[in-house]
């Protein structure tokens, strides 16, 4: 019998891969997506040959009240996939408050907001399991992404404290750390930026958001039972 699982973010490419291998493995889905309508839409036509129960729900993770539109959206749940997000690229000195504000809501206060709603439909079960796609630079922090990496850098101490809180009422938390994946993030950089990038990295190429979404289904599973608090690595060898 599948599990009912909220992917938040599912439009983007790792989101995508993320929905496409849960849905494989026969749970059922929650597809959150904010503009991207139209990828949501190819989305579901995708996930329909595995038969499951596929539901799209749109919310803006960079306002306020944002979360609220999720929870109450969502019904049985099992599980709860934060993939949620968007990059913030330039120096500290040119950075506005708003943006500030809206990669923290977007990163940081709906993640926790939203777990917070929706814990109690865990906790009823006595079993749940919590993933934040966070980010290598959540690990290690990037020039000219500050904010962005304190942002992620918030998500991973959320995910060791919250994974304390829950483990006795049967809930793991863990987080994903990629590195560079191939997708739209990643549009920005030239042919020349993309080369020195790959370089850097030990494995000498970008990640695939499949390798993302291969490590989600092992945090999901029974496989990683006594696993929780920790931050896994998809990142080619770039941090250790």
């Known amino acids: 019998m599948g599990k009912y699982v909220l992917i938040t973010g599912a439009s983007g490419g790792i989101g995508q891969a993320i929905s496409l291998k849960l849905a494989s493995e026969g749970n059922h889905l929650y597809l959150h997506y904010n503009q991207n309508e139209s990828s ?29 539109q999720l929870i109450k959206n969502v019904f049985s749940l099992d599980a709860i996939v934060h993939c949620a997000g968007n990059a913030h690229y330039g120096m500290l000195l040119d950075l506005q408050l708003k943006d500030v504000e809206a990669l923290m809501r977007t990163h940081v206060t709906h993640p926790l907001m939203l777990t917070k709603g929706l814990l109690p439909k865990m906790m009823s079960k006595k079993a749940g399991n919590i993933v934040v796609i966070s980010s290598i630079w959540g690990q290690t922090g990037a020039a000219c992404e500050v904010a962005y990496s304190a942002a992620k850098g918030a998500q991973l101490a959320f995910v060791k404290a919250l994974s304390k809180e829950v483990a006795l009422s049967g809930i793991r938390v863990n987080a994903i750390a990629p590195g560079a994946i191939n997708t739209a993030m990643l549009d920005g950089f030239s042919g020349a930026e993309m080369d020195l990038l790959k370089e850097e ?40």
């Open 201 to 240: 990295i030990p494995m000498g190429r970008l990640g695939l958001p499949e390798e993302v979404a291969n490590a989600t289904s092992f945090l999901l599973s029974d496989q990683s039972a006594y696993i929780t608090g920790q931050v896994i690595g998809v990142n080619g060898g770039w941090y250790t």
């Open 40 to 68: 949501i839409k190819e989305l579901v036509t995708k996930l329909k040959p595995y038969g499951g129960e596929y539901y799209t729900i749109k919310a803006d993770l960079s306002d306020p009240l944002g979360h609220e």
